[in-house]
Nanobody
Framework: QVQLVESGGGLVQPGGSLRLSCAAS????????MGWYRQAPGEERELVAT???????NYADSVKGRFTISRDNAKNTVYLQMSSLKPEDTAVYYC??????????WGQGTQVTVSS
């Protein structure tokens, strides 16, 4: 079993930056990939970024060049560094961890609001 604890959400002005953190605990050695999804009110949850166990990353077109996903193995934590934030980035951001042959584990979600 894996548990995820998210932090770092909040209110930021357009053009600003914010870093989200997701700390994993439990059976972390079986995790193949981690990532971030987001969901705005009335919209479907969408993939933002992923990072695999070998360090490969993937981003949604809407965030390429602005967001960076990274991990700190010593802390069992994945980060999402967000810069040049836009109002369209406003959403609840969810951390996800995927284990082999298991359903994904989701974090509780953290609100990111980009507004003047």
């Amino acid at each position: 079993q894996v548990q995820l604890v998210e932090s770092g959400g909040g209110l930021v002005q357009p053009g600003g930056s914010l870093r989200l953190s997701c700390a994993a605990s439990g059976n972390i050695y079986s995790i193949n990939a981690m990532g971030w999804y987001r969901q705005a009110p009335g919209e479907e949850r969408e993939l933002v970024a992923t990072i695999t166990s070998d360090g490969s990353t993937n981003y949604a077109d809407s965030v390429k060049g602005r967001f960076t996903i990274s991990r700190d193995n010593a802390k069992n934590t994945v980060y999402l560094q967000m810069s040049s934030l836009k109002p369209e980035d406003t959403a609840v951001y969810y951390c996800i961890a995927k284990r082999r042959f298991s359903n994904p584990t989701w974090g509780q979600g953290t609100q990111v609001t980009v507004s003047s």
